[in-house]
């Protein structure tokens, strides 16, 4: 597979491994109503933010969206966009890499991008996620007429999609609502009890034909028709015999005309996407500046919103209700808000201060129930809640000890996640956090077991061994110090690992 290089491509790709564990800090004042909810504001890089959410979200996000910088050399108020190009595929890659990490095995990743970018991103995406998962090439028309500017001016943005693995869309993508255009197409004209219906085309391509397809169909008067030339009928002799004494196929009103099969409105599930999203569909600039305006005011709008239909055409067909959510370019928060109205869970992550001026007052009023953007369509009435958060300490200090901030909690979500590569599930609140593989997996730190003294919480002793849950099989300890020697750790079935030096980075 063809891949693309550029200046410092080397440093991009190991970035992610030098990027420190960083904690996450909750901001309690930042934050909005109910206690209980998982969706999340994090102000900060996306890099290290990114890198903070493995321990918990590795393998757990069901679709990712993000809107990056075009790298279109303009300034813009909340971004800086003027990146040199090489600098903006260094900027992309690590990312990238990371988003991969979090997404579920049927999970998805939506990237919005304009031309300037767009074909240089393919390719990196082909490289980081593999050109087998690519999925499609949306064409978003975000305009509602030419740049008078321009003799030839662009009237649309690309949404490039991939998913983690190569499963079909049909197992993970959902069907959209039959829309009213589509509607307009179901009628009964033969009165038929089963309700309205919309004749479809009964032609096949013969690349992958049988035999079985290719047959003469005669009409209720008589007249014949062979398949078309070039094609085939789509469905076996049989299998159309037994549409045709269900009454599933056409011949026009007349009963004269090439055959047709007949879809019932009340057998649709819905209809399926495709690639071409049209303004009047999901909306166009001008509606997103209004909705931004809206809510902040044209003095204090955000510069390159996405309307809140376009993100819920994508999370129509990628997630359903309760599915987690990810935006690592948030901007003004659309992804958050509409994820928030359509009952999904959500990450949002935004560097700067607007995380806290604009996405942070916006979702408190889609809280409030705000009626903007998607919310009638939706009945959305109101409610739920976010945690805010900051990036914090490295778990490291600079003389390579745990960072005195850090705790139990916390170690033990990253030493999890390093020896088994899957999140926590649960809050760590014991020293044994887990077994994975038949290996038990604990920690000695912070006072755990309730006493601090060297020569026992944190310090592997026969005292501290007898008083942890047991395990059989293998067993990995994580301690500041260790009393047993090498024979009776082999003994014991016992992985010493000591703290600070044998704490990996992620």
Not at 29 to 36: H, R, V, W, Y
Not at 350 to 361: F, I, L, N, V
Not at 490 to 505: G, H
């Amino acid at each position: 597979m063809p891949l693309l290089d550029w200046l410092n491509k080397q440093d991009a790709v190991h970035t992610v491994q030098k990027v420190s564990y960083r904690l996450l800090e909750a901001v309690p004042e930042l934050g909005a109503c109910d206690p209980n909810t998982e969706n999340m504001l994090i102000q900060g890089d996306n890099l290290q933010a990114l890198k903070a959410l493995l321990p918990l979200y590795a393998g757990k996000v069901k679709c990712i969206y993000i809107d990056p910088p075009y790298n279109t050399r303009s300034a813009f108020t909340h971004y800086d966009d003027n990146l040199e190009h090489s600098l903006w595929l260094s900027l992309m890659y690590p990312r990238l890499d990371l988003l991969r990490e979090l997404l579920t095995e049927d999970g998805s990743v939506w990237v919005s991008i304009d031309d300037n970018e767009v074909h240089y991103l393919k390719v990196m995406m082909d490289e980081v996620f593999g050109r087998k998962n690519f999925v499609a090439n949306v064409v978003w028309q975000k305009r509602t007429s030419p740049d008078n500017r321009l003799r030839l001016g662009a009237a649309h943005d690309a949404i490039l999609v991939y998913k983690k693995n190569a499963f079909t869309q049909n197992e993970s993508f959902n069907q959209l609502a039959v829309n009213e255009g589509r509607m307009k197409d179901f009628k009964n004209p033969d009165d038929d009890p089963r309700g309205a219906w919309a004749s479809t085309d009964f032609t096949g391509m013969t690349g992958h034909a049988t035999p079985n397809q290719f047959y003469t169909i005669v009409s209720p008067n008589g007249k014949s028709y062979p398949p078309p030339e070039g094609r085939c009928w789509a469905l076996a002799e049989e299998t159309f015999k037994k549409l045709l004494a269900d009454n599933r196929v056409w011949f026009g009103k007349d009963g004269n005309a090439r055959p047709r099969l007949k879809r019932f409105l009340n057998e649709m599930d819905g209809q399926n996407a495709w690639t071409w999203w049209t303004n009047a569909e999901v909306g166009h600039n001008q509606e997103a500046k209004k909705e931004i305006n809206e809510l902040f005011g044209a003095s204090d709008a955000f510069d390159t919103p996405k309307p809140e239909r376009l993100l819920q055409r994508i999370l129509q067909i990628a997630t359903n209700e309760n599915d987690l959510v990810l935006d690592s370019f948030l901007g003004s928060g659309t992804t958050a808000a509409v994820a928030h109205k359509m009952n999904r869970r959500y990450i949002g992550i935004e560097m700067g201060e607007h995380a806290q001026t604009h996405c942070q007052p916006r979702l408190k009023k889609v809280i409030e129930g705000e009626q903007g953007g998607i919310s009638k369509a939706v009945n959305w009435q109101g409610g739920g809640g976010f945690h805010y958060f900051r990036l914090g300490e490295t778990i490291f200090d600079e003389y390579g000890s745990i960072h005195p901030n850090v705790r139990f909690a916390a170690l033990a979500a990253h030493i999890w996640f390093c020896e088994t590569r899957v999140p926590l599930a649960n809050r760590a609140d014991s020293p044994l956090l887990g077994i994975h593989n038949d290996t038990a997996y604990y920690l000695l730190y912070n006072g755990i077991l309730g006493d601090r003294r060297p020569q026992s919480g944190n310090v592997l002793t026969q005292a501290v061994l007898d008083g942890l849950p047991p395990h059989n099989g293998r067993k990995i300890i994580y301690g500041e110090a260790s009393r047993f020697g090498k024979p009776r750790l082999e003994a014991e079935n016992i992985v010493f690992e000591q703290i600070p030096y044998d704490v990996r980075a992620v």
